[in-house]
């Protein structure tokens, strides 16, 4: 296959004038601070392993960004007697309580809303 740029990196000065700006759907849902996935984790078993469950959070998170780069941990919230990590897509948020459901049991739990674009995930143990 023959053509002028293959193989070629194009680097353009300026954005061609009739161009718009998109904003990617996660970095939307960042700004707007709309979650699409919210997962509650408490109890005293949390409360004793709490960094190593946090490990375990982000690595579940580097591996779906790996899959899904649009899926994202938003942000990650003490409360008083739990933490809220909410994320930018609901297969984040299932995968994460997964992921703890698997490693640790516990009481696990999910419920989707608005016709399965966002989801509440529960864990407790």
């Not at 992921?99 to 009481?107: E, K, N, T, V």
Request: proline share 6%.
């Amino acid at each position: 296959m023959q053509g002028p740029f293959l193989g070629r990196t194009v680097v353009l000065e300026k954005p061609p004038v009739d161009s718009n700006r998109v904003i990617c759907p996660a970095c939307q849902r960042i700004a707007d601070n709309y979650p699409a996935g919210r997962i509650e984790i408490k109890g005293p078993f949390f409360k004793r392993h709490r960094k190593e469950i946090l490990n375990l959070i982000r690595n579940e998170e580097e591996q779906e960004k790996g899959e899904h780069p649009m899926e994202r941990i938003m942000s990650i919230v003490d409360e008083e007697d739990h933490i809220l990590v909410t994320t930018t897509g609901v297969h984040i948020a299932r995968r994460i309580g997964d992921a703890l459901s698997r490693a640790y049991q516990g009481d696990f739990d999910f419920q989707y809303g608005d016709a399965e674009k966002s989801i509440r995930v529960y864990w407790y143990r």
